[in-house]
């Protein structure tokens, strides 16, 4: 999922705690992890747009994880 993401210059949107974790740990194309509920995904995404939109056009390679709190990124592995 990750390879074919990045090979079509895609950003992998997720929940999956457990995958965003992994690859935090090895930063490999652009990846967004929502820490919401399901139900909130929407209007989370929709209040943060810009900001997420501008993370990941700074890098290839960057994960970055969204919450009702803010957002994080990371560039390295870790």
């Given at each position: 999922?990750?390879?074919?993401?990045?090979?079509?210059?895609?950003?992998l949107?997720?929940?999956?705690?457990?995958?965003?974790?992994?690859?935090?740990?090895?930063?490999?194309?652009?990846?967004?992890?929502?820490?919401?509920?399901?139900?909130?995904a929407?209007?989370?995404?929709?209040?943060?747009?810009?900001?997420?939109?501008?993370?990941?056009?700074?890098?290839?390679?960057?994960w970055?994880?969204?919450?009702?709190?803010?957002?994080?990124?990371?560039?390295?592995?870790?």
């Amino acid at each position: 999922m990750t390879v074919y993401a990045h090979e079509q210059g895609a950003v992998l949107l997720t929940h999956d705690k457990e995958f965003s974790q992994r690859r935090k740990r090895n930063v490999i194309g652009r990846h967004v992890w929502l820490r919401c509920l399901d139900l909130d995904a929407p209007a989370l995404v929709e209040r943060r747009l810009d900001e997420i939109v501008a993370a990941v056009s700074i890098r290839e390679d960057i994960w970055v994880r969204v919450s009702q709190d803010g957002m994080d990124t990371s560039f390295a592995w870790e």
